[in-house]
């Protein structure tokens, strides 16, 4: 279900709107007004980065097991 950003045109007010369904009707929640008008917004980045997850510690070293210093994982 995603979340929309939307402007009140009577009101000016910017509010966001979780749509269920194509057919949902969005209203302020201001004014309750239905003219509204949808707007850019460009979603937040992920800060897991851009495969959309955490690195996990597999190796010894990684996880701090170890004293080899310098294996090269990015949890270092």
């Known amino acids: 279900m995603p979340l929309y950003e939307y402007r009140c045109e009577p ?3 910017v509010f966001e709107a ?4 194509a057919a949902d009707v969005v209203r302020c929640p201001k004014c309750d007004d239905a003219k509204v008008v949808k707007q ?3 979603p937040a980045p992920s800060p897991t980065g851009t ?7 597999s ?3 990684c996880r701090g097991e170890s004293d080899a ?6 949890m270092n």
Do not use: E, N, Q
Not at 69 to 74: L, T
């Open 59 to 61: 190796s010894a070293c």
């Open 51 to 57: 495969l959309g997850y955490l690195p996990v510690a």
């Open 40 to 42: 850019f917004s460009v």
């Open 69 to 74: 210093g310098g294996c090269g994982c990015a």
């Open 11 to 13: 009101c000016d007010h």
């Open 18 to 21: 979780l749509v269920r369904d």
